[in-house]
């Protein structure tokens, strides 16, 4: 059974700082690996998918990477901004679509002004 | 892309009562998934919609307990019987993207507090 582990759980820095959120998955065989924003009362929001033959995505000051081997992805935001506090979500999915995705529990993020 | 839209938004319930949440898909799509996030926990698949049969439903989640319909291709109910505090939670339903690897999309959710 999948299991996705987000670490840390929270975490809370200044505002332009560079930061790192961690997603590791125990089983490497998946399509693909997505990063999510969660928002209260505005559902989920895709940030970043990477397919299970890519190393990377980049969009805008966000970047993210997949090593499917080790079972692990990485975050990257530049320069945060108080905008970009929210809740990220690692998701992972091992059915091509037909079976839902498996989440971590996320990583709370505060940016401070 | 879709857009997704659920009702209620938030509800306030007493144990032992029930609450059909509904879930409106600007698109047709065969598939549709409602998940669970508990409080301070991680989105987890209640169980999977098709159109014309029966829901598919993960380990630990039952039919007696979150009944869906799925009379349409835009269109889907999962509803919370006999609740309990246990049943607080956020209820959010999705999409799958039509295109191969496109991301899925997801409702606002519906914040659920059972007293």
């Known amino acids: 059974k999948q299991e996705v582990t987000q670490i840390p759980a929270a975490l809370s820095v200044p505002e332009g700082e560079n930061l790192v959120l961690n997603c590791s998955f125990t089983?490497?065989?998946?399509?693909?690996l997505q990063w999510f924003r969660q928002d209260p009362g505005k559902g989920l929001t895709s940030l970043l998918l990477i397919q299970s033959s890519q190393r990377e995505q980049t969009s805008g000051r966000l970047n993210a990477s997949l090593d499917k081997s080790s079972g692990r992805s990485t975050l990257y935001i530049a320069a945060s901004q108080p905008g970009d506090s929210a809740t990220y979500l690692c998701a992972v999915d091992s059915g091509g679509g037909a079976d839902g995705l498996t989440f971590g529990k996320g990583t709370h993020l505060i940016i401070q002004p | 892309s879709a857009v997704i839209s659920q009702k209620p938004s938030r509800d306030i319930c007493q144990r032992g009562t029930s609450l059909t949440i509904q879930c409106q898909v600007d698109s047709q799509v065969t598939m549709m998934f409602w998940y669970r996030q508990q409080p301070g926990q991680s989105l987890t698949l209640i169980a999977t919609?098709?159109?014309?049969?029966?829901?598919?439903?993960e380990s630990g989640f039952v039919i007696d307990k979150f009944p869906i319909s799925r009379p349409n291709l835009t269109f889907s109910t999962l509803t919370v019987s006999n609740m309990s505090p246990e049943d607080s939670s956020i209820y959010l339903c999705?999409?799958?993207?039509?295109?191969?690897?496109?991301?899925?999309?997801f409702g606002p959710g519906t914040r659920l507090l059972v007293l």
């Open positions: 999705s999409v799958p993207g039509q295109r191969y690897q496109e991301t899925q999309y």
């Open positions: 089983d490497s065989a998946i399509y693909n």
């Open positions: 919609a098709n159109q014309g049969s029966e829901a598919t439903y």
